[in-house]
């Protein structure tokens, strides 16, 4: 079953511009994780924020979780080319054994 | 050189044939995992191990087999009983037992079944 659900499944900016992406999910989390796919690749580890956050920086991303919503948000800001690919969030199950990805925004950046 | 390496990046193979899938880490991570990757999709946990000699079945593991005889390999044969086997195939692994903590992600094997 997937936890997450992206939004949007797809989204073109132009370099310079923030991109915005949105992660919904259905049942508690101890936390909730950003990866990141380049196509045909494996995918990279962006940033975790835990339940008990809000909102957490790393370089030019910024993540927020709303547990009451049951929703969280990828920001980029000052988007470039390299940083287009797909995009997952992942939650954790109640237990801690496993981690349910969502289906992904896949982000194009025009140079 | 640590990391998580798959082979091969490609595999071809006929409809009711077994096929292995490696996986190898050398980042001395407990716990591994496999997931499934559709066109345009997400991924689907197949089979996660959190120690040696034990593993669990993920949201999709029919048609699967995995073993764990070693802290450093992880194994995944797709036998001739999952229907629909062609698809992008990841190994993970992380540190410890908890999935609070980040995933590392082979470069993954495409494998096409015809």
């Known amino acids: 079953s997937q936890q997450g659900e992206e939004d949007p499944q797809a989204l073109s900016i132009q370099e310079g511009e923030n991109a915005t992406m949105n992660c919904s999910y259905k049942?508690?989390?101890?936390?909730l994780q950003w990866y990141r796919q380049n196509s045909g690749r494996g995918l990279v580890h962006l940033i975790l924020?835990?339940?008990?956050?809000r909102e957490k920086h790393s370089g030019r991303l910024r993540v927020t979780l709303d547990t009451s919503k049951k929703s969280s948000s990828l920001l980029i800001t000052a988007s470039r080319a390299a940083d287009t690919a797909s995009y997952f969030c992942a939650t954790d199950d109640n237990a801690g054994n496993m981690l349910t990805f969502g289906g992904g925004t896949r982000l194009m950046v025009k140079p | 050189d640590g990391g998580i390496t798959q082979s091969p990046k490609y595999l071809f193979r006929k409809e009711g044939q077994n096929v292995t899938l490696s996986c190898e880490q050398n980042l001395n991570h407990d716990a591994m995992y496999w997931y499934r990757q559709d066109p345009g999709q997400g991924l689907r946990l197949i089979y996660y191990?959190?120690?040696?000699?034990?593993?669990q079945k993920g949201d999709i593991a029919e048609g699967y087999s995995v073993s764990r005889e070693k802290k450093e390999s992880f194994p995944l044969t797709v036998t001739s009983a999952q229907k629909n086997p062609t698809a992008f195939y990841l190994c993970a692994s992380s540190p410890r037992d908890r999935s609070s903590y980040e995933q590392y992600f082979g470069p993954g094997t495409r494998l096409t079944v015809t």
């Open positions: 049942t508690s989390i101890n936390n």
């Open positions: 191990s959190q120690i040696v000699n034990d593993f």
């Open positions: 924020i835990r339940s008990n956050e």
